[in-house]
Nanobody, 122 residues
Framework: VQLQASGGGLVQAGGSLRLSCAAS????????MGWFRQAPGKEREFVAA????????WYSDPVKGRFTISRNNDKNTMYLQMNSLKPEDTAVYFC????????????????WGQGTQVTVSS
């Protein structure tokens, strides 16, 4: 499956952005999906994940209550709604897919998008 992330940009602290991840090539609903991010000089970290039928989702502590992950299997697209953004949310955001179990571990995802830059100014 090929993944294309989009929707990043520059936003002021307290603002919102919605990221999208468009999938192509294979049946999107066969994959659990996740969002990860990597800030300059830091390791890539888990943000959120969602299972195949959207019945289970979970979030890292730093984004819980502010970010919402969702997917539309008919549109082959996953989303990340980001509200109340903070400067520490600044990073390149990656979407990822796995045909195994839903996971918060980046090593368990086989397919990755190219990343989209999110910059939050203070």
């Amino acid at each position: 499956v090929q993944l294309q992330a989009s929707g990043g940009g520059l936003v002021q602290a307290g603002g919102s952005l919605r990221l999208s991840c468009a999938a192509s090539g294979r049946t999107f609903s066969n994959y659990a999906m996740g969002w990860f991010r990597q800030a300059p000089g830091k390791e890539r970290e888990f943000v959120a994940a969602i299972n195949r039928l959207s019945s289970i989702s979970w979030y890292s502590d730093p984004v819980k209550g502010r970010f919402t992950i969702s997917r539309n299997n008919d549109k082959n697209t996953m989303y990340l709604q980001m509200n109340s953004l903070k400067p520490e949310d600044t990073a390149v955001y990656f979407c990822a897919a796995t045909d195994r179990r839903t996971s918060g571990v980046d090593g368990e995802y086989e397919y990755w998008g190219q990343g989209t830059q999110v910059t939050v100014s203070s």
